[in-house]
């Protein structure tokens, strides 16, 4: 397990179309670690997350369908992906329309699993 | 002809259950008499909601009647039932050619060409309609006059999701208030989980808006959620519901984004028709 959340993120802001990356405490949507580019305001991207992803969480706990890994929310001008990394950390990663969605994913999965 | 119909209504009072309200229909619409057609139609629409053949008769009434709107959603009801049925793929290529798209016409003439090859006089239309050439040139006549109200269709389409795989456990309409709209959702172990799946729709949808609203990403088109058994994906048919659309974790996303987006479109329609 790694501690240096810091380091996690840059293989993840290194990839072309990321605005930016951060590790959130996902019960109060408090930032722990970030790394976004100048401009982006921090909090509210923690606490957008965090809530949003303790829906998806609860929807998919209801419904039986398995702890949920991953989740991408597409919107026309990017999207915002969330790993629940533990059931205290979720990795956030911002990006723009056009990224190697595919690649990003994976790095968000495999920095999740160092950090548990 | 007459002597037809009238044997045909005296089979179908012996037995109202008999498919051979479609033979009567035809039979009245053949001869004009629309309003009777339609009614023909309509009381075994009520029976047989699910018959291809009765939305296909009801549409072909409907465009006899120039109400060209309703016929497309009745044609487009067969599409989704049966793919390949040929009238409807005729009707919907006639409704095309008359809105001007010769490419959608051409499509779906093809279509009902493919399910029917021996169809000359369908090869030929397609023939002159891809050569630039006109179809069906006759002046359009004036609708015939109605004398008694419309009676509506009843009941509506029974499902959003009617004809499509995992209409019952994998796809699921949601109200803004966490009401079942349509469909269904069940865990991979059978459960029933529709009623708080739905319960719980409404919420993440909120959420992703106000996420993507305030973030600056512009409209949202979907969350997708990848799970360990099941992934699904969210979406909103209109702006008062939320539909979610499940699938194996293990078959690719796109095939997951391209069943919500077909529910979608099914949803949206089911709506418009039923409000």
Redesign the interface.
Known sequence: MIRDYKALLEPLTRLRGVRGAMVVAADDGVVVVDALMDGMKGKALAALAAALASRIVDLSTSASFGPARFIQLQAAEGSLLLVPASEQLLLVTVTGRDVPLGLTRLEMLKAAERMR | MVEDIRALTAQLAADPTSLVFLRLGEALRGRGQLEAAQKVALTGLSRYPHLPDAHDLYARILADRHDYANAFDEWDMVLRIAPNHVGANKGIGFLYYRAGDRENAIRHLQLALSADPGDDGLRTAIERLGGGGEVWDTPEAAPPEITEPLPQRSPPAPDPFFGFEGSVNRLLLASADGLRLGGG?A???G?D?SE??AA??S??AR??T???K???????????????????C?VQPTSDTGL?A?MD?ALPVGQLHFLAERASKAATSWLERVR
């Open positions: 959702l865990s991979t172990a459960e989980v708080v799946a719980l729709v919420g993440a959420e992703a106000r996420a993507a305030l973030l600056d990403l512009g409209e949202w088109r979907h969350v997708t959620v990848e799970c360990g058994e099941l992934s699904f969210l979610i499940a974790t």
